[in-house]
């Protein structure tokens, strides 16, 4: 956490795959990040031999989250945006079986998963507990080691260099590193929260780039939520949870046919605004990107994997649900298309820039500060996201996030077996019930009168971070994850 971190909406949401930002996704980039680093070393060639070490968090429940793969997808020099998920199981069970990496795509070494990835159990690194270092041996016989942190979200540190700058040093027109200071910049320059954040992208690509690129966020999102509600079965992990989201889909949808995401949405914008129609749909995208997720599908990190399904199930409320009601009540019949992706565009920079200032102020790492970090903070993000796109000011924004958070305040995060599937399935449909909750009490509450703002909720929420047992960070020692035990014969 620097007072000079700067955080673009592409830093906070990143097009990945599943099921962990911190322990799949993170050290997925760590990997390909040694890999740059021994290329400018001029050292990759030299590679004879690799180990990586697994510290912490990594260590306890890297398994259940896909470490191990994510490390040799990672080595191997595979893009996470672009890989075939399809191709993963068979690409890993040819390393394991041929007993070889082809490291950058390069250099062909050996390499064995199961001696060559050491999981530390009962050890832990002082910087973060999500701790990788990648040991290699040159063909001299000389020894390169290199340790890198996953901090959540998908963001990477390298043992020694300054945190938080994921992309190139910029003048950032209205520099943020709190909502007072976000506020501040509102209200002086009569500007909303996303219009803020636009103009704060303009420092680092064109606005055209940018809203491409956001664009292209929720492309993902709601191709992430229709295969989700389109695939049953059980999930991976062998704790045979069974998918419910297509199960859902098709109680909703009843009989009727439909081609494509298109078609289907517009199914469901028809089926009325019957509150348990509403709340039930809600349900089925958050469970439908999760469920994804845990299948090693091809997800948003939002602003981690964990909690992916929150911000694309409030976002696609809002889309199918909440525009066609305001353009009802303004007697607007018709929209347009480039009216429509506006309004996308604008909640998703609203919720990066809510979600940057958590990062900057307390965490959003699961691994350092427990559930509060991963489903809080993303229920933070679309509350106030939404808050602003149903017209709320800038002050019921904040006020909306601070209610989200102050009610995930001190979640745990106790995945049983280490698995990214109970409870943290279901926890991303309470997260996104509370975001529209919170997002609902404030645009009917006057901000001027709230007693606890947002960088209040901020600093408490990294205080009890702190204050909590280090079992409830996703070490799989405690909560669930032992009051319920499932032996592997069970599963």
Request: hydrophobic share 40%; glycine share 8%; net charge negative.
């Amino acid at each position: 956490m620097t007072e000079q971190e700067q955080i673009s909406v592409f830093d906070m949401f990143k097009i990945g795959i599943g099921p962990s930002s911190s322990h799949t996704l993170g050290p997925w980039r760590a990997a390909k990040l040694f890999l740059e680093s021994l290329k400018k070393q001029s050292k990759l060639n030299s590679v004879q031999a690799i180990t990586v070490h697994l510290y912490g968090s990594l260590a306890k429940t890297g398994r259940g989250h896909g470490t191990d793969i994510a490390v040799e997808l990672g080595l191997c020099d595979f893009d996470p945006v672009t890989f075939d998920v399809n191709r993963i199981t068979p690409m890993i069970n040819e390393i394991a079986r041929e007993k070889k990496l082809h490291l950058a795509g390069q250099v062909h070494i050996d390499f064995n998963p199961e001696k060559d990835l050491v999981f530390h159990h009962s050890e832990s690194l002082p910087y973060h507990p999500n701790a990788m270092m990648f040991s290699v041996r040159l063909k001299d016989n000389s020894v390169l080691e290199e340790i890198y942190y996953s901090v959540g979200g998908g963001f990477v540190v390298k043992d020694g260099e300054v945190p938080g700058q994921s992309t190139t040093r910029v003048t950032l027109k209205f520099p943020v590193n709190t909502s007072a200071e976000l506020l501040h910049h509102c209200e002086v320059n009569k500007l909303s929260v996303s219009q803020i954040v636009l103009e704060n992208e303009d420092s680092w690509r064109k606005e055209s780039e940018v809203r491409s690129g956001v664009m292209q966020i929720w492309k993902v999102m709601t191709e992430c939520i229709y295969r989700g509600c389109h695939a049953s079965g059980e999930l991976p992990g062998g704790l045979k949870v069974t998918r419910r989201a297509a199960e859902l889909n098709k109680k909703l949808i009843g009989n009727k046919t439909y081609s494509g995401i298109e078609e289907w949405m517009h199914l469901i914008q028809s089926g009325g605004t019957n509150f348990k129609y509403i709340l039930d749909w809600v349900t089925c995208f958050a469970l439908a990107v999760n469920e994804e997720n845990a299948s090693f599908g091809r997800v948003v990190t939002a602003p981690t994997n964990g909690a992916a399904g929150v911000i694309p199930a409030v976002l696609m409320y809002y889309y199918l649900f909440g525009i066609p009601s305001i353009k009802k009540m303004k007697g607007e019949n018709n929209s347009s298309d480039s009216e429509a992706d506006d309004e996308l565009i604008r909640f998703l920079l609203t919720a990066s820039e809510i979600g940057s200032i958590f990062k900057k102020g307390a965490t959003i790492s699961a691994a350092m500060g427990g559930c509060q970090a991963e489903i809080g903070v993303s229920s933070a993000m679309a509350a106030g996201a939404l808050t602003e796109r149903m017209g709320g000011s800038p002050q019921q924004a904040m006020m909306a996030a601070e209610i989200a958070m102050e009610h995930h305040l001190g979640l745990t995060c106790d995945p049983i077996r280490g698995l990214v599937q109970i409870p943290c399935i279901e926890r991303n449909t309470m997260g996104a019930m509370k975001a529209i909750t919170a997002a609902q009490l404030a645009l009917n509450s006057d901000p001027g009168n709230a007693k606890v703002t947002l960088d209040d909720v901020v600093k408490t929420m990294w205080h009890t971070a702190l204050d909590m047992n280090h079992k409830f960070k996703e070490t799989a020692e405690g909560g669930l994850a032992t009051a319920v035990p499932i032996s592997l014969s069970e599963c």
